[in-house]
């Protein structure tokens, strides 16, 4: 468990980095920075817009704004993370604000704000059609963390946060 670990992520949306930090006695210390894309990405600017630890507390994924993608990442032992896949599809993924794993970690939902209508220069949410975006379900594979379209996407104009709620009986 991350909370028995003393561990912590912080996104730097404006460089599109990730740090990771431990926490001891009342403070963090960062340890590892990583950028959030590929390196042999030669786009001109991403930012990142969201974080999220898998459910089982081995997974990590954030989603990067520019590249057009939501990195899997597995956490290690100790603590440092490493890249395990980028999926991108700007069918499936464009100008990702949010997303969310669902309560049992089975399904990622991504909110896209919008769909590909030609690229500005430098990535910017104008980027995107207006009155456009979606929400596309995958499924994850908690040991892997591969996802999978599950075909699912629902057509949506710029959504920007997903909630769950449990019904009870």
């Known amino acids: 468990d991350l909370k028995d670990r003393n561990l912590a992520y912080l996104l730097l949306e404006h460089i599109g980095a990730v740090m990771s930090l431990k926490y001891d006695d009342g403070i963090f210390t960062p340890f590892e920075i990583q950028p959030t894309t590929p390196s042999d ?37 100790d603590g440092r993370l490493e890249k395990l896949r980028y999926y991108k599809d700007e069918d499936l993924i464009y100008i990702s604000r949010f997303f969310t794993f669902t309560e049992d970690g089975k399904q990622l939902y991504c909110a896209n704000i919008g769909t590909s209508g030609g690229k500005e220069l430098y990535m910017s949410e104008l980027g995107a059609q207006p009155g456009t975006g979606s929400i596309t379900i995958f499924d994850v594979n908690e040991e ?23 019904i009870e009986n």
């Open 41 to 77: 990405w030669m786009g001109l600017n991403n930012t990142t817009a969201e974080i999220q630890i898998h459910p089982n507390g081995k997974l990590l994924a954030l989603s990067n704004r520019g590249h057009d993608s939501i990195l899997m990442c597995s956490i290690l032992d």
């Open 144 to 166: 892997t963390g591969e996802l999978c379209f599950t075909g699912q996407k629902i057509e949506f104009p710029a959504p920007s946060c997903l909630i769950f709620k449990t």
